[in-house]
């Protein structure tokens, strides 16, 4: 499997062809941002359990709700990687993927999607999708952002406040009201532009979360009882991460012109 790994004054980062997927990135004098479980297995055809892995071109099983494999054929593809450079410290990796590299007879378009990662004191992360086809695509996208945190029950989580969201939870449709927190299983899906902030009492650190192009985030933690169920999941390791998700899915699905491209983005950033 390859990876581009950096280490600059500004930042240490490593991102893998499989899945064009980010698996770690420090910035200078802060602790681990991006998290990567324990157990992650990386495997050709299998999913990385942890860093920033592409859900494409649908999330989940899709809004028929029957489509494998989950999330999308792009995070265990293996992408073509464009470019890999470094200047003054900040790391650039330009992965590509097209359908003649990965398609589904459920998903059969022409596209060609481009993963940009520039890692220095920021993270930032861009996905561009391009219709080839002469039909007009929909699809749904996610970067699924695992963030690394002391302690999830103590993390604070502002931006959401008055934003709708589903809660595949218990599959209600509601609207959140202050912070959000993790004391329980957490799996929403939020109708929201705006920026969140995961403020770490532990860590004594905010993860700042700044995203354009998406109409979607994602707030997931396991917890407990779903930690034990997944194989590549330490037990324990529920505490350590929380998943912020910059996305486009359900109706905010993206719809694509032939010949259009829409770009998603995401920076991180770290204040302590
Ligand atoms: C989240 C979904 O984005 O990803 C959850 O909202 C899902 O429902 C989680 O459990 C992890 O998915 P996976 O396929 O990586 O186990």
């Known amino acids: 499997m390859g990876t581009i790994e950096s280490r600059t004054p500004l930042a240490e980062g490593r991102v ?10 420090r910035p200078a004098g802060s602790e681990p941002v991006i998290w990567l479980s324990r157990h992650a297995v990386w495997d050709p055809g299998s999913a ?3 860093g920033i892995p592409i859900c494409f071109p649908w999330f989940g099983p899709g809004r028929s709700g029957e489509m494998t494999p ?18 003054d410290g900040v790391t650039r990796v330009v992965h590509a993927l097209t359908h003649e590299q990965a398609s589904s007879p459920r998903w059969p378009f022409r596209y060609r999607a481009t993963a940009t990662v520039i890692l220095g004191k920021t993270l930032h992360m861009v996905l561009a999708v391009d219709n080839m086809d002469d039909r007009t ?42 912070p959000v ?10 109708a929201s532009t705006a920026t969140v902030e995961v403020h770490d009492p532990v860590l004594d650190r905010t993860l700042v979360i700044k995203k354009s192009g998406s109409a979607s985030t994602i707030v997931w933690n396991p ?50």
């Open 16 to 25: 893998t062809d499989h899945g064009a997927q980010v698996v770690a990135w």
């Open 70 to 87: 989950a999330h999308g054929f792009a995070r265990t593809a293996q992408w073509t990687l464009e470019s890999a450079s470094e200047s």
């Open 181 to 190: 927190r993790i004391d329980g299983e957490v799996d929403r899906v939020y």
């Open 48 to 50: 990385i359990r942890g």
């Open 223 to 272: 917890w407990v009882e779903k930690a034990r169920m997944m194989t590549d999941f330490g037990d324990d390791e529920w505490r350590s991460m929380v998943c912020v998700e910059t996305a486009n899915v359900g109706d905010h699905a993206v719809i694509l012109a032939p010949g259009e491209v829409h770009e998603m983005s995401v920076t991180v950033s770290v204040h302590q």
């Open 137 to 178: 695509i929909s699809f749904e996208a996610a970067l699924h952002t695992y963030l690394a945190v002391g302690d999830a029950p103590s993390i604070v989580i502002n931006g959401l406040q008055g934003a709708r969201y589903h809660d595949k939870v218990t599959g209600s449709d509601t609207m959140q009201e202050g």
